[in-house]
C-alpha cells in the first residue's frame, strides 16, 4: 500500500494540480517525506544551511541552537559558500509535446530515433513530455531554492528563447517558475546547437542538467556534451520519453506524425518491429556509453515515472560535488 507522500510523486497526480508552483511545491514536499521513511533519511541535513563542523573552523559562526538540539556541531553557512550554480535547460520543440494518450493513431517522429525499455508496456500517458520535463525542472529549482543553491533555466527550441542565470533567491525562483509555467511547445529541435551556446554562456563551472527526448542528430548532442565537460561542468542528462516511444506497443495500421514538420506516414508496425527494435537498441546503447566515458549522469525516464526517481538523480549527484 502506497503511503501518503508516494502519490504525490505520481505524474498523474501532480497533472491535476492547479499551477505550476502548486506542483512542484506538492512534488518536493512528498519527496522530502520519503526521504525521511526511507534509507535515503541521511539526505535531508542537505535541506540545512549548515555544514558539519571542521577543526580550524572559526567558533564564532558554530550553531549553538543546533548543538544544543542535536549533540552535533555545525557551522552557519552563508550564500556564497553554499551556493552551487545548476542550469536546467529545457527543450521545448514540438516533439516534446508529444502524449500517448491523446491520438492513440499519431505516433511522434522518426522511428528511429524513438526508445524502448527491457520490458515492454502498452501504458499510455496523459502527461505529455514537455509537461514532464517542466513539471521536474520546477521541483529541482524549488529543491535548490530549499538548499540554498543558484539555479537557473534555459529553454529552447531550434534556438535559445529564454535564458536565466543562476541566483539562490526568491524572486530568481519565481521567474523560473513563471518562465517554465509559459512555456508553448514550438519549432523544430536544434538540440546540440542550443547546448553549444548554453555552454559558451557558462563562466563559472557548475551543474547543467538537461531535459529532453534527444531527437537530433546523435554524435552533434554527444559532442555538445562534451563540450559542457570540456568546461569542467558536471553533467545529468534525463532523457524523458513517452511510454508508446519506449516500448512501440501498436499492432494496428498507424499514421506516424512528425510534430515538428507535419510529414505523415501510414505503415504496419508490426512489418518494421524487428527493425525498429534494432535501431533503437544501437540508438540507446550510444547514448550510455558515451555519457558514461564522459563521466555524464544519464537517466531515461518514461511520462509516468514518479519524480523521486530523478530527484534523487540529482541529490546523489550533488552529495558527489560536495
Given amino acids: 500500500m502506497q503511503t501518503d507522500y508516494r502519490k504525490y510523486l505520481e505524474p498523474s497526480v501532480i497533472s491535476r494540480l492547479a499551477n505550476l508552483e502548486l506542483k512542484a511545491k506538492f512534488v518536493v514536499e512528498g519527496f522530502i517525506?520519503?526521504?525521511h521513511k526511507s534509507p535515503y533519511h541521511g539526505f535531508s541535513v542537505e535541506f540545512a544551511e549548515h555544514r558539519q563542523y571542521m577543526p580550524g573552523d572559526d567558533l564564532k559562526y558554530l550553531d549553538w541552537k543546533v548543538l544544543g538540539r542535536t549533540d552535533r556541531y555545525y557551522i552557519k553557512q552563508f550564500e556564497e559558500e553554499t551556493n552551487l550554480k545548476s542550469?536546467?535547460?529545457?527543450?521545448?520543440?514540438?516533439?516534446?509535446?508529444?502524449?500517448?494518450?491523446?491520438?492513440?493513431?499519431?505516433?511522434?517522429?522518426?522511428?528511429?530515433?524513438?526508445f524502448k525499455k527491457k520490458e515492454l508496456s502498452s501504458a499510455k500517458s496523459n502527461v505529455s513530455k514537455l509537461e514532464y520535463a517542466t513539471y521536474l525542472a520546477a521541483s529541482l529549482s524549488v529543491l535548490m531554492h530549499f538548499q540554498k543553491d543558484a539555479a537557473g533555466l534555459t529553454v529552447y527550441d531550434e534556438e535559445i528563447k529564454t535564458f536565466i542565470p543562476p541566483k539562490a533567491t526568491s524572486q530568481n525562483l519565481k521567474l523560473i517558475l513563471e518562465s517554465l509555467a509559459n512555456i508553448k511547445p514550438s519549432g523544430k529541435t536544434n538540440t546540440a546547437s542550443s547546448l553549444n551556446s548554453v555552454a559558451e554562456r557558462i563562466k563559472r563551472r557548475g551543474l547543467?542538467?538537461?531535459?529532453?527526448?534527444?531527437?537530433?542528430?546523435?554524435?552533434?548532442?554527444?559532442?555538445?556534451?562534451?563540450h559542457f565537460r570540456y568546461k569542467r561542468n558536471e553533467v545529468i542528462v534525463f532523457q524523458i520519453l513517452d511510454p508508446i516511444e519506449m516500448s512501440f506497443a501498436i499492432d494496428s495500421p498507424t499514421i506516424f506524425k512528425d510534430l515538428e514538420t507535419n510529414k505523415e506516414m501510414l505503415s504496419q508496425p508490426i512489418s518494421i518491429m524487428n527493425s525498429y527494435r534494432e535501431a533503437v537498441k544501437e540508438f540507446i546503447d550510444k547514448y550510455k556509453k558515451e555519457c558514461l566515458s564522459n563521466n555524464i549522469d544519464y537517466a531515461l525516464l518514461s511520462t509516468d515515472t514518479p519524480f523521486d526517481i530523478a530527484l534523487l538523480e540529482y541529490l546523489n549527484k550533488r552529495k558527489r560535488l560536495n
Fill in 33 to 35: 517525506a520519503g526521504l
Fill in 87 to 114: 542550469y536546467l535547460i529545457v527543450d521545448a520543440s514540438k516533439s516534446m509535446s508529444f502524449r500517448s494518450s491523446e491520438s492513440p493513431l499519431t505516433a511522434v517522429s522518426s522511428l528511429k530515433k524513438l
Fill in 208 to 226: 547543467v542538467i538537461i531535459f529532453g527526448d534527444l531527437f537530433d542528430e546523435q554524435q552533434s548532442v554527444i559532442n555538445a556534451l562534451k
